[in-house]
């Protein structure tokens, strides 16, 4: 009980700051939304914007984190802490000499990496504002990247607050960004052609991660950390990392991978106009699910299965993740019910404003429906790379992964090819449904015949009581839907105090069943709440 407290105590906290920043995120994408719609400015802004977005996923979510974290924890318990220090900044300054090369090639070779990107899709002047764009916002990555470098090093003392917490202000620069008061002058200063708001949220993007790296120096200055430039390409633990951080790219970051190649091919000629931005909303809204909890766990579970394994304790490490993957379907089960229900009202209530019409609407809630249908695979995903990279084993889920990215871009192909014409915008949705329950399901199968047994009989039987609660908890939704005639609200409130209503009725007849049905889950969750009363750790406790 002490593991299961501590990971849900560090999942809490996570969850608690994540659930923030998701709300920041999504008054960011509103006014995006709001400002852009679905329209060609917006498909622009959204490709530029998905390259940094790209690295932040794939460093302070998943590979940076999954390569440095195992290795600097065994420093800190077998080596000195001046040797485990000294480790830690030839690691950032060697990350940061890569960064800035990377830097300086995507602002030199923008225009090559948007023909990449619209291979399929309409060329010339169409994406001159995406091209502008990746000028302006590339840069951001170099701060991204050191702020998740950083965020790995707080990560690994248990400190995951003000790790969590950063993304917060990285929202607030792009909304104050995207107010007139602000954009305006900015683009007082743009070429002609370019003068588009689009442009003064790309300088929010360059500003929010120089903001995120900036207030992680205090918290690693105090425990230790000193930025006297060390670089060093055969120190044995940066080597070790080295090694590990490719495969941890492509294992631990395949959905974000996969989510690229979606935006590839609903750049096609064939797709709607404003089809990546209805995926790009429609993700986010997925990713608010994702977000709050899944990613909380995985990030609290990797220090704690880092240090199992290195004590030798394997058969702990296995009831950890058998323990999070019951806790995390508690949640992700009844969420993809929930949004393939309710996905219309939901769009219509959050993001249907401005520029953002009925038929923008339409064409994010198909594009959800299918996304929602893989949230269960999303979150599994992200509690089983953990298990691999605990082990420093980055390469298993780097085959798989590219195996699962092959099969998103033939589902893709297919269905572009041949369902178009069912399928339309959402065709790449569910092409990365289907790839991430693949990804899943191989890395779970291989993990158990190399190291047996992981709990599943157990796991199995939470998922069909969880299964039996969300199914009365969809009936519920569904003829609450029908009676309240949601179509007919005309205004705003209305119709936000009608979607609220059907969800607390959802939830309510959901915890009711699950606690008819005795899930443990619920008991986990109680026993939590009580623990933070009785004085569970504090925000300040936490790392902020």
């Not at 953002?356 to 509690?383: E, N, R, V």
Request: include cysteine; charged fraction near 10%.
């Amino acid at each position: 009980m002490t593991t299961k407290g501590q990971i849900l105590r560090s999942a809490s906290v996570v969850a608690l700051v994540t659930v923030i920043s998701r709300i920041c995120g999504y008054l960011r994408d509103q006014r995006i939304a709001l400002l852009l719609g679905t329209s060609p400015a917006a498909d622009s802004f959204i490709l530029a914007f998905r390259i940094p977005a790209l690295v932040r996923r794939l460093t302070a979510e998943g590979a940076l984190g999954a390569s440095f974290i195992p290795i600097f924890t065994g420093y800190l318990r077998d080596q000195p802490g001046k040797d485990a220090w000294e480790f830690a900044q030839k690691v950032f300054w060697n990350l940061t000499l890569v960064l800035a090369t990377l830097t300086v090639l995507g602002v030199l070779f923008s225009r090559q990496i948007i023909d990449l990107f619209t291979i399929f899709g309409a060329s010339g002047t169409h994406w001159n504002l995406a091209v502008f764009l990746t000028h302006l916002i590339f840069p951001s990555i170099f701060f991204i990247g050191l702020a998740a470098m950083a965020a790995a090093i707080l990560n690994s003392f248990h400190l995951f607050a003000l790790p969590a917490a950063t993304p917060i202000f990285f929202n607030i620069a792009m909304i104050v960004c995207s107010f007139g008061v602000v954009y305006r002058p900015i683009l007082h200063w743009t070429p002609a052609a370019y003068r588009s708001p689009a442009v003064a949220l790309g300088v929010g993007v360059v500003l929010g991660g120089a903001v995120q790296l900036a207030m992680q120096v205090p918290a690693l200055l105090r425990r230790g950390m000193r930025f006297l430039p060390k670089f060093s390409l055969s120190d044995p633990g940066v080597r070790r990392v080295g090694r590990l951080l490719g495969p941890a790219v492509a294992g631990g970051g395949i959905y974000q991978i996969n989510v690229v190649v979606d935006m590839i091919f609903a750049a096609s000629s064939r797709m709607p106009t404003g089809s990546i931005a209805s995926l790009y909303i429609s993700d986010r809204v997925v990713q608010l699910v994702l977000g709050s909890y899944a990613m909380a766990m995985s990030t609290a579970l990797l220090p704690t299965m880092s240090h199992q394994f290195a004590s030798g304790q394997w058969d702990e490490m296995k009831r950890t993740f058998a323990f999070s993957m019951r806790i995390v379907s508690f949640i992700t089960i009844p969420a993809a019910v929930g949004l393939i229900l309710l996905r219309h009202p939901i769009v219509q209530v959050l993001f249907q404003h401005g520029q953002f019409a009925a038929d923008s609407t339409l064409l994010t809630a198909h594009a959800l429906f299918y996304y929602s249908l893989g949230l269960p695979a999303f979150a599994a995903t992200k509690l089983i790379a953990p298990m691999y990279f605990s082990t420093h084993d980055t390469t298993t889920p780097a085959r798989i992964g590219a195996w699962a990215l092959g099969i998103n871009i033939v589902f893709n192909a297919i269905f572009l090819l041949f369902f178009f014409r069912t399928l339309s915008n959402a065709s790449p949705a569910l092409a990365s449904t289907l790839a991430a329950y693949f990804n899943f399901g191989a890395l779970f199968f291989l993990f158990r015949k190399r190291y047996g047994r992981l709990g599943a009989r157990g796991v199995t039987a939470s998922l069909a009581k969880i299964s039996a609660c969300a199914v009365g908890m969809a009936a519920v939704a569904y003829f609450a839907l029908r009676i309240s005639h949601f179509a007919d609200a005309r205004h705003l409130l209305a119709q936000v105090g009608l979607v609220a209503a059907i969800i607390c009725a959802a939830v309510g007849v959901y915890f009711g069943l699950a606690w008819l049905l005795r899930c443990e889950e619920l008991g986990e969750f109680v026993l939590l709440l009580r623990r933070r009363e009785a004085g569970a750790p504090s925000v300040a406790d936490a790392g902020i």
